[in-house]
């Protein structure tokens, strides 16, 4: 298991992806801002991750009030 964590994020995307009939695929695009100190700026990031689904209905968004 991984544990990512992206600072000032601005949007999150769920896109379907047509890689195959056989494949039930989405990307995961998450916009984000890194501030670049060689520019002395804000630039805007994408970390898109790639999921194979066993079945559609796991690309739903589950919104979890649990607190951690």
């Known amino acids: ?5 992206i600072h000032k ?5 769920v896109k379907k992806v047509n ?12 916009h984000s801002k890194r501030y670049d100190f ?3 700026d804000y630039i805007t990031e994408e970390t898109r991750i ?3 689904l066993d079945n559609p209905s796991a690309s ?3 919104y979890s009030k649990e607190i951690y």
């Open 60 to 62: 739903k968004l589950v």
């Open 38 to 40: 060689e520019l002395n």
């Open 19 to 30: 890689k195959g009939d056989s494949y039930i695929c989405r990307d995961l695009i998450i």
């Open 9 to 13: 994020v601005t949007k999150i995307e």
């Open 50 to 52: 790639d999921l194979f």
């Open 1 to 5: 298991m991984a544990e990512l964590r």
